[in-house]
């Protein structure tokens, strides 16, 4: 960098250039930086493989799009519903979601179809697998919770019949890492009162 005075004096001179050098200090610490920035960046692109279960799971994230997963089988939920005995099985997410998947919706109208015709008041509970930040997990849940009682409000269920609740990461349906028991936890359960 130059600088050019006009009119100071200063030993007789009449301009004064001043030049500012890159030292080799200064050099030093502009390379310790680049590097140090370099690792913090690859710190942070990379992430930690998870444990892999016995159906083979892989390496998902909380934002992965998770499309190579496995999907509960709807066909071997409880799908019972009566005006005597009321009980609605659980819907299951996808990673990271909260849309509520085609093959539960005849689970969902099922339930519909009970809880309008009685005067029975449920709970809806969401709840997501062990990834992700505690604060996030509650947040994602009750997105979920509030999906399902959309969903139920949209075929006729009156909103004063329905709660929702969060409970994030913290009552797994299945203990345990791996992709077999997240999907199991990405879930909605319902409490009848």
Request: glycine residues 10%; proline residues 4%; negative net charge.
């Amino acid at each position: 960098m130059f600088v050019t005075r006009i009119g100071a004096r200063r030993g007789g001179n009449d301009r004064i250039m001043m030049r500012r050098k890159l030292t080799p200090m200064n050099m030093r610490w502009a390379a310790i930086l680049f590097a140090g920035l370099l690792v913090f960046a690859a710190g942070c692109a990379s992430t930690p493989e998870a444990t892999e279960d016995s159906g083979g799971g892989g390496t998902d994230s909380e934002f992965s799009d998770g499309s190579n997963q496995p999907i509960p089988d709807s066909s071997m939920q409880d799908t019972n519903v009566s005006n005597r005995s009321l009980s609605i099985a659980p819907v299951y997410f996808d990673l990271d979601q909260s849309k509520i998947r085609s093959e539960f919706g005849s689970i969902l109208s099922a339930a519909a179809t009970a809880l309008v015709d009685s005067d029975a008041t449920i709970v809806i509970a969401g709840h997501c697998d062990e990834r992700g930040s505690a604060d996030y997990n509650v947040a994602l849940g009750e997105r979920r919770a509030g999906s399902v009682r959309n969903y139920l409000y949209n075929l006729g269920v009156p909103m004063a019949q329905m709660t929702i609740v969060s409970y994030g990461e913290a009552q797994p349906a299945v203990n345990g890492t791996g992709e077999t028991a997240w999907q199991l936890n990405r879930r909605a359960e319902f409490q009848i009162r």
